[in-house]
């Protein structure tokens, strides 16, 4: 239910009052926490802002289940079977590929697109199982 999320600029701001903070520069390319630090210099916090600001397009994040599952969207229902790529006796080379093609053809945006639609769609993978 969105009306229950508190947007992330609120969070900052909120937060920022008590101690101001001011925007750090992402580590690397495709990280999904806007990070800030507190102007004292005595740490930072960091937000995963998937609910109100979406970071499908740049993001980098792929799991592996515990059934050798590729998942490419911590809110996606299934993965892409890799252990029967290994089991079939894949190289190195073929395995690269594999993953390769899996993630070039994602098109999971979830985060993206679930404003626009209120179908809760089929169940998600819970986080615990896939380490997020």
Not at 47 to 54: A, G, H, K, L, Y
Request: charged share 30%.
């Amino acid at each position: 239910n969105l009306e229950s999320v508190v947007p992330a600029k609120d969070i900052v701001r909120m937060i920022g009052d008590e101690w101001p903070l001011e925007p750090v520069d992402p580590n690397y390319s495709g990280e999904v926490a806007r990070r800030y630090r507190f102007t004292d210099g005595q740490g930072e916090v960091g937000m995963i802002t998937s609910v109100t600001q979406p970071f499908c397009t740049g993001c980098t994040r792929a799991r592996l289940s515990p059934e050798g599952k590729l998942v490419t969207c911590l809110f996606a229902s299934d993965g892409h079977d890799l252990r029967k790529v290994l089991r079939d006796g894949a190289s190195d080379d073929e395995l690269r590929q594999a993953l390769s093609e899996i993630w070039i053809a994602r098109s999971d945006r979830y985060s993206e697109t679930r404003s626009a639609n209120t179908d809760p769609g089929p169940r998600k993978i819970e986080m615990y199982h896939l380490g997020g």
